[in-house]
């Protein structure tokens, strides 16, 4: 389990997350959801440790993580996977360099031990015979997939997503969740994904926490959400027209 | 403007002191450094061996040209030509081009990483992202500058002796005679000494550049500018420096 306790982080005057407490539940997928510029993405990065927080501490499994320097940070960085909201994967290595990055950093696998690997999680989120190909050479819904294959293949107990769909098509989305999902289910790993897509909250929303204007404003299960009369919570949630429609009914 | 300098310089030192942490594998930067030798010394020989030859050239044209008074033997244009070669255009000049070669593509290719999050990906996993990024650069650029240098050398003088006898301004037998008299090995030294110093700050200073960037495509292509405008800025700076220290 994953606890963020009560932290600060401001910008120059701007203060972005203001006493956010939230805690992301073992072996679920845990989403944060609310527009755009009002704080998910600086909580994402400050739960994994890329912004430092002003006030306040982030525990995983009962490990203060804010407390820690960089050298502390390392074991529970390695058991951290990331996906990047592009991908972030590494122009100049190919899919399967891409995939093997991290073990050829911290493990001692000989190279067939890498290989089988990397092919295992490449099958895993449905990727074959792509191996030598590189990032450009690739459309956007793969590179996704393998930014999930690299975040997995060290096992990771703590899988963050930073905005999966963004720039995919509906159907597309709706694999690259169900993968989520399933690999959330099948590892136990205690999953933070960050979304403003409805889509996904209604694929995969097991427990979420909803921010505005830089607080937790709402948090609770899908179910909870659905009875909810939070007026900012609904605001944001049946702002489309298919999602009202859906309220209506 | 004073604070930002200051601001600029502590941040160059707290990067320059984020380089030099024991390596997550020693293997990856071994092959980190192998392929960057490759990237800065032969993907720079191109440019560095057309640039030495015209250079070679003009420098011996232009010495046979204000050398005219008759006490003055012909060979001294050799002897001109060569010091001028070795004390300065090699190891300034040279560096100077590579500045704009290597230094761009330094910071375009970190400032690149940082804009498109492969920066934080690095981060994430626990690696020390400018140590992985910055130091093999570093290292390959110490390795490799003084053999680009000392081609540039080889060849801006044979730009020299070709150009003077295609011309008859400096027949063959002069030329080889000037560049072989009087000459001090010291100033090779000197020479590499510069290029040492010369390839740390290209690398260095390019990388921290291409490290700090913040925002998209318009701040990549402003750092890489920045890298080259401040990299040759320095390197003026050092030359003066270690020109005082070494040889004043």
Same mark, same amino acid.
């Given at each position: 389990m994953i606890k963020v306790d009560?932290?600060?982080?401001?910008?120059?005057?701007?203060?972005?997350?203001?006493?956010?407490?939230?805690?992301?539940?073992?072996?679920?997928?845990?989403?944060?959801?609310? #527009?755009?510029?009002?704080?998910?993405?600086?909580?994402?990065?400050?739960?994994?440790?890329?912004?430092?927080?002003? &006030?306040?501490?982030?525990?995983?499994?009962?490990?203060?993580?804010?407390?820690?320097?960089?050298? !502390?940070? &390392? *074991?529970?960085?390695?058991?951290?996977?990331?996906?990047?909201?592009?991908?972030?994967?590494?122009?100049?290595?190919?899919?399967?360099?891409? =995939?093997?990055? *991290?073990?050829?950093?911290?493990?001692?696998?000989?190279? !067939? !031990?890498?290989?089988?690997?990397?092919?295992?999680?490449? #099958?895993?989120?449905?990727?074959?015979?792509?191996?030598?190909?590189?990032?450009?050479?690739?459309?956007?819904?793969?590179?996704?997939? =393998? @930014?999930? @294959?690299?975040?997995?293949?060290?096992?990771? &107990?703590?899988?963050?997503?930073?905005? *999966?769909?963004?720039?995919?098509? *509906?159907?597309?989305?709706?694999?690259?969740?169900?993968?989520?999902? !399933?690999?959330? #289910?099948?590892?136990?790993?205690?999953?933070? =994904?960050?979304?403003?897509?409805?889509?996904?909250?209604?694929?995969?929303?097991?427990?979420?926490?909803?921010?505005?204007?830089?607080?937790?404003?709402?948090?609770?299960?899908?179910e909870e959400l659905e009875m909810s009369d939070n007026p900012e919570l609904i605001d944001f949630v049946y702002a489309s027209k298919i999602m009202k429609s859906m309220r209506k009914h | 403007m004073l604070t930002k300098t200051w601001f600029e310089i502590g941040r160059y030192w707290k990067f320059m002191k984020g380089l030099f942490v024991k390596p997550e594998k020693f293997i990856v930067y071994y092959r980190q450094v192998m392929h960057e030798l490759v990237s800065i010394g032969v993907g720079a020989l191109g440019i560095v061996?057309?640039?030495?030859?015209?250079?070679?050239?003009? +420098?011996?044209?232009?010495? $046979?040209?204000?050398?005219?008074?008759?006490?003055?033997?012909?060979?001294?244009?050799? +002897?001109?030509?060569?010091?001028? +070669?070795?004390?300065?255009?090699?190891?300034?000049? +040279?560096?100077?081009?590579? $500045?704009?070669?290597?230094?761009?593509?330094? $910071?375009?290719?970190?400032g690149t990483m940082r804009v498109t999050e492969q920066i934080d990906a690095l981060e994430i996993m626990g690696i020390n992202s400018s140590g992985y990024l910055t130091l093999p650069k570093i290292v390959a650029g110490l390795l490799i500058c003084p053999f680009v240098v000392i081609i540039s050398m080889f060849l801006g003088i044979i730009g020299g002796w070709i150009a003077g006898d295609m011309s008859g301004i400096v027949p063959s037998a002069d030329y080889i005679r000037g560049i072989q008299d009087q000459f001090l090995p010291f100033n090779i030294v000197f020479a590499l000494i510069k290029t040492l110093v010369f390839a740390y700050i290209i690398t260095s200073v390019s990388a921290y550049h291409g490290f700090h960037t913040d925002g998209g495509a318009l701040e990549v292509g402003q750092s890489s500018t920045k890298a080259v405008v401040y990299s040759s800025i320095f390197i003026l700076i050092f030359d003066y420096i270690l020109t005082q220290l070494i040889l004043a």
């Open positions: 009560h932290i600060y982080k401001t910008f120059g005057e701007k203060t972005v997350l203001d006493d956010v407490s939230c805690t992301f539940e073992t072996g679920k997928v845990n989403l944060i959801i609310g #527009q755009s510029g009002m704080g998910k993405t600086v909580l994402m990065k400050c739960t994994v440790g890329l912004f430092e927080v002003d &006030k306040g501490a982030v525990y995983f499994d009962g490990r203060n993580f804010s407390e820690m320097n960089f050298k !502390e940070r &390392k *074991p529970i960085r390695q058991e951290i996977g990331m996906v990047f909201q592009g991908g972030a994967l590494f122009d100049s290595l190919t899919v399967e360099q891409n =995939v093997m990055f *991290p073990l050829n950093m911290f493990t001692h696998m000989s190279q !067939e !031990e890498k290989l089988d690997r990397v092919n295992f999680c490449l #099958q895993r989120v449905n990727l074959v015979n792509s191996n030598k190909l590189f990032p450009s050479e690739i459309s956007g819904g793969m590179k996704k997939r =393998v @930014a999930i @294959a690299r975040a997995i293949s060290m096992n990771p &107990k703590y899988l963050f997503c930073d905005e *999966p769909n963004s720039g995919l098509d *509906p159907k597309t989305s709706i694999v690259i969740d169900n993968l989520i999902m !399933e690999i959330t #289910q099948e590892f136990g790993t205690t999953t933070v =994904v960050n979304t403003h897509d409805m889509n996904s909250l209604t694929e995969m929303g097991e427990k979420i926490v909803f921010i505005y204007k830089g607080k937790n404003y709402w948090e609770g299960t899908f | 061996a057309l640039t030495s030859v015209f250079m070679g050239a003009v +420098i011996t044209l232009q010495s $046979a040209y204000n050398l005219v008074n008759p006490m003055v033997p012909l060979y001294a244009v050799g +002897i001109v030509a060569r010091d001028s +070669i070795i004390l300065e255009f090699s190891p300034t000049i +040279i560096m100077l081009v590579l $500045a704009g070669k290597i230094g761009s593509s330094i $910071a375009s290719e970190i």
